[in-house]
């Protein structure tokens, strides 16, 4: 079982993919006919950014919009909260002490999976007598949200109608806490490639029966934001240096923002600092996909079937949001986040029955915390607005100068 964002070996492992059957084949033929009808209404090649958002949200085709299972032992990865009860119960922890100063706070989680995280925290929230006021879900997947609502008016029925799916930001701002888990790696990105100074942006055509890649001089937005990101690295590039540019991050970010009266952000994801994200030696980038447990770099693989990812760069977010008018109160990656939490105690006090279960959940801490692992990989960042006082998940470590 691979977790999400954990790269194992992505140039080999695509020798070993299991082969989708005739229905999954069927499924990615009609979505490959929907991006090639895009590629025929436009000169012939689309953004790798375009093809990306087609992927993974082209309504009833693409990954995320159509009914794959994606999430589990069954599906293609797993994330945090599909992995151990733990990690919400952290996060409750986290959103609780920030409720407390927020008497009618609510919590808005953006793309909740299938529900789980939701789950687990507001299960959490009530043994603590600490519900929110409401919880709010943003989810663009309408398979997803289905899901959500299955599994969380089976588990949680008394709450169920304080539960609000939103079809876009709340038009109110709110009090509150926002969550966010493996939603910004998620965000279509540009891939471009520098060559010798020489930006090109990688598109997509059709090419020889295939999706395949397609070098055109990168336009004035995208090669600003390039430059701007060479000026600020303590490094230069070697002379081919292929990597990619989240435009999407900051127009996202400041949209959030806005959705925000007094509160904290709290989002969690695989990537780096700037200066790591882009280091001299990461010259492929980090885009991965992920099918059925297989890591491979390759995207133009059963367009449809496999997730598309990219790390973040944590240092776009903490810019972004402090343009957006956000103060950036905490940085730290997950394992420092979960211990800051209270993970040891929330463990020890769990009252395992038997041997066997405490082992299941000590095995399941450990997975969430292992350095070089989930531990490290994971970031989490806190943006806040109009509050006072230090956040128990960055108490043991603040990273932020790293940012
Ligand atoms: C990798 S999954 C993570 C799911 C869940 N948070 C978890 O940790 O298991 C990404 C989720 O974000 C959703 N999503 C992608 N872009 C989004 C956006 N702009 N707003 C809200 N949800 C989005 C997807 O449909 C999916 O539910």
Redesign the pocket.
Known sequence: MNP?GINADPQHAVISLPPPDAAALAHSARLIDRIRAELDGRSGYIGFDRYMELA??EPGLGY??AGAR??GQDGD?V????LSPLFSICLARQCRQILTGLPDGSIL??????G??ACDILLELQRCNALPARYLI????AD?KQRQQQLLQAEIPDYFTRIIWLERLPEQPLSGVIL????M???PVHRIVDRQGVLYELQVQWHGGDFAWLEVPAGPALSRQVQDIKRQLRYSWPEVYTTEINMTLAP?LAALSESLTQGVMLLIDYGYPRNEFYHPERTDGTLLCHYRHRVHADPFLYPGLQ?I?ASVDFTAVATAAVKAGLDVTGYTNQMYFLLGCGLDTILADMGASGLRQQLELANQAKMLTLPGGMGERFKVIALSRGMAGGLAGFAIMDQRKHL
């Open positions: 999400h993974l949200y995320y919009s994606k999430f990865f994330t945090a909260p599909e989680e953006l793309g909740a999976g299938t789980k995280m943003l989810e663009t997947s997803l966010a888990n493996e939603v790696d998620a965000l996202w997730d990812t």
